[in-house]
C-alpha cells in the first residue's frame, strides 16, 4: 500500500493511503431452479484473469460488472431573467433578480 499527500485548500495537508489492489464483486451462478445467487468481494490486480470457481467452495462464479460514480451539483445559479441588467454581462444591483 502507497501512501500519497494531498493539499487541501486551507494549506493542511493530509496523508490518504492508496490501495494498488481493486475490489471486485463477483456472484456464484446457481445450478439448479429457485437457487438465489451468493455475493462476495475478492481483491485483485487488474491484470489477474476472473475468477470462474468460488475460491472456498468451488461453485460457478462470474464477476458482476457495476457502473462507476458521478457527481451532481445543485448550486448552480439559474440564469438572469429577461430584461435583467445582468443579462448583458453587467453588474446588477437592481431588484430584478428575486
Given at each position: 500500500?502507497?501512501?500519497?499527500?494531498?493539499?487541501?485548500?486551507?494549506?493542511?495537508?493530509?496523508?490518504?493511503?492508496?490501495?494498488?489492489?481493486?475490489?471486485?464483486?463477483?456472484?456464484?451462478?446457481?445450478?439448479?431452479?429457485?437457487?438465489k445467487p451468493?455475493?462476495?468481494?475478492?481483491?485483485?490486480?487488474?491484470?489477474?484473469?476472473?475468477?470462474?470457481?468460488?475460491?472456498?467452495?468451488?461453485?460457478?462464479?462470474q464477476r458482476?460488472?457495476?457502473?462507476?460514480?458521478?457527481?451532481?451539483?445543485?448550486?448552480?445559479?439559474?440564469?438572469?431573467?429577461?430584461?435583467?441588467?445582468?443579462?448583458?454581462?453587467?453588474?446588477?444591483?437592481?431588484?430584478?433578480?428575486?
Amino acid at each position: 500500500m502507497r501512501v500519497g499527500v494531498v493539499w487541501l485548500d486551507s494549506g493542511l495537508q493530509s496523508e490518504i493511503k492508496i490501495n494498488p489492489m481493486p475490489t471486485y464483486v463477483y456472484e456464484t451462478i446457481p445450478r439448479k431452479p429457485g437457487q438465489k445467487p451468493r455475493s462476495f468481494e475478492v481483491k485483485q490486480s487488474m491484470h489477474d484473469a476472473a475468477l470462474t470457481k468460488h475460491p472456498e467452495t468451488g461453485e460457478p462464479v462470474q464477476r458482476v460488472i457495476s457502473g462507476g460514480i458521478g457527481l451532481i451539483t445543485s448550486h448552480a445559479a439559474p440564469p438572469p431573467r429577461e430584461g435583467c441588467c445582468r443579462a448583458n454581462g453587467g453588474e446588477c444591483h437592481c431588484s430584478c433578480e428575486g
